[in-house]
T-cell receptor, first 113, second 116 residues
Framework: DAKTTQPTSMDCAEGRAANLPCNHSTISGNEYVYWYRQIHSQGPQYIIHGLKNNETNEMASLIITEDRKSSTLILPHATLRDTAVYYCIVRPWDGNRDDKIIFGKGTRLHILP | GAVVSQHPSRVICKSGTSVKIECRSLDFQATTMFWYRQFPKQSLMLMATSNEGSKATYEQGVEKDKFLINHASLTLSTLTVTSAHPEDSSFYIC????????????FGPGTRLTVL
C-alpha cells in the first residue's frame, strides 16, 4: 500500500507556482520522498527526491517539513505542459535491489490557460 | 536521463492469443526490471519484479502463468500475456533500474494492449 496521502486534484493558473502537498506521516528514518509525474498515456517521469533537506533542480523544488511527515512539490512557473498526475512516493534506499515503487492515487494537476 | 523503450507501443489482438511486450534499457544495464499495468483513470499497479537471470517475483493476485516474464539479459525484459482476454486490456509499463540504486530507475513509455 502507498504510504502517502495527496489531494485528488488541483488547479493552477498558467505562469503561477503550483504547490502540491503530500502527507507521509509514517515515513521511516531511512525512507526518501520521491516525486514522479505521468502525462496522459505516457510512462512516469522522475521529478525530484529528498531525504530531509530541501532540494531544487531544473524542474521543481521539494520542501520537506522538519518532522518529515509532509512535503510540498513546487513547480515555480507552471505551463500547460505541466498538466499531469503527480505521484508522491516514499521508499527506502538501503541497497536492496528488490526495493520497489508503489504508486498511490496521485494528484491530478490541471494548469489553466 | 537514461532511456527505457518498449515495443510495441500499441497492440490489438484477438481473444485467446498471446502477446509479447519488450522492455529495453538503451544506455545502461538494468539489474532489476519492474512491470506495471494501469487501467483507465487508475494508478499504476505493480505486477512483478524481475532480476536478471532469476525468476520474477509476482505481486499478490497476479497470475504468473498468465503473465510470463523473462529477464534474460541486462538490457531486455519481456512480458508475455498468454491467452489474452478483454479484461487484460490495459496500459502496461515497464521500469528498469541500474546497479546504482533508486536514483537510476527509469520508466518506459508504456504499451497499450487492446484485446478484442
Amino acid at each position: 500500500d502507498a504510504k502517502t496521502t495527496q489531494p485528488t486534484s488541483m488547479d493552477c493558473a498558467e505562469g503561477r507556482a503550483a504547490n502540491l502537498p503530500c502527507n507521509h506521516s509514517t515515513i521511516s528514518g531511512n525512507e526518501y520522498v520521491y516525486w514522479y509525474r505521468q502525462i496522459h498515456s505516457q510512462g512516469p517521469q522522475y521529478i525530484i527526491h529528498g531525504l530531509k533537506n530541501n532540494e531544487t533542480n531544473e524542474m521543481a523544488s521539494l520542501i520537506i517539513t522538519e518532522d518529515r511527515k509532509s512535503s510540498t512539490l513546487i513547480l515555480p512557473h507552471a505551463t500547460l505542459r505541466d498538466t499531469a498526475v503527480y505521484y508522491c512516493i516514499v521508499r527506502p534506499w538501503d541497497g536492496n535491489r528488490d526495493d520497489k515503487i508503489i504508486f498511490g492515487k496521485g494528484t491530478r494537476l490541471h494548469i489553466l490557460p | 536521463g537514461a532511456v527505457v523503450s518498449q515495443h510495441p507501443s500499441r497492440v490489438i489482438c484477438k481473444s485467446g492469443t498471446s502477446v509479447k511486450i519488450e522492455c529495453r534499457s538503451l544506455d545502461f544495464q538494468a539489474t532489476t526490471m519492474f512491470w506495471y499495468r494501469q487501467f483507465p483513470k487508475q494508478s499504476l499497479m505493480l505486477m512483478a519484479t524481475s532480476n536478471e537471470g532469476s525468476k520474477a517475483t509476482y505481486e499478490q493476485g497476479v497470475e504468473k502463468d498468465k503473465f510470463l516474464i523473462n529477464h534474460a539479459s541486462l538490457t531486455l525484459s519481456t512480458l508475455t500475456v498468454t491467452s489474452a482476454h478483454p479484461e487484460d486490456s490495459s496500459f502496461y509499463i515497464c521500469s528498469a533500474r541500474g546497479a546504482g540504486g533508486p536514483d537510476t530507475q527509469y520508466f518506459g513509455p508504456g504499451t497499450r494492449l487492446t484485446v478484442l
